[in-house]
């Protein structure tokens, strides 16, 4: 799994420097604990500027870390390792296969978390 040069987390965090972001904890529950900490309520035109913000962040780390070319299978690759998914695909075909029933690649891993 690729490391990230910049942290798009840290960075919308940051945006916050009242709220003490803890890196290791879920990023989501880490969002509603902000939300709470600036006590918004779910109609709250700042939370949910905030919650955009916090969705586009998401999305930018996630292709950081995973890439955005879905022909690439080291990215496939790298995101099955890091759900604990095995055998790693051996080609495309394989990596894109998704299987409703049984999870990605036809493994009941996603199906346990």
């Known amino acids: 799994m690729s490391h990230p040069s910049v942290d798009h987390l840290d960075i919308f965090f940051a945006q916050y420097p ?3 972001y803890r890196q290791n904890s ?3 529950q880490e969002f509603y604990r902000m ?3 600036f006590d918004w309520d779910r109609d709250d035109p700042e ?8 969705k586009t962040a998401l ?7 995973y890439g955005t070319e879905v022909d690439d299978l080291q990215s496939w690759r790298g995101l099955s390792l890091a759900l604990e998914i095995f055998p790693l ?3 495309l075909k394989k990596a ?7 999870g990605l690649w036809g493994n009941d891993k996603l199906e346990q978390n």
Request: glycine share 2%; aromatic share 12%; hydrophobic share 30%.
């Open 18 to 20: 009242a709220f003490s």
């Open 26 to 28: 879920s990023s989501t």
């Open 35 to 37: 939300c709470d900490f």
């Open 47 to 54: 939370r949910g500027e905030a919650h955009d913000s916090f």
């Open 59 to 65: 999305v930018l780390q996630f292709n950081s870390l």
């Open 89 to 91: 695909p051996e080609d």
């Open 96 to 102: 894109k296969k998704v299987n409703p029933e049984r």
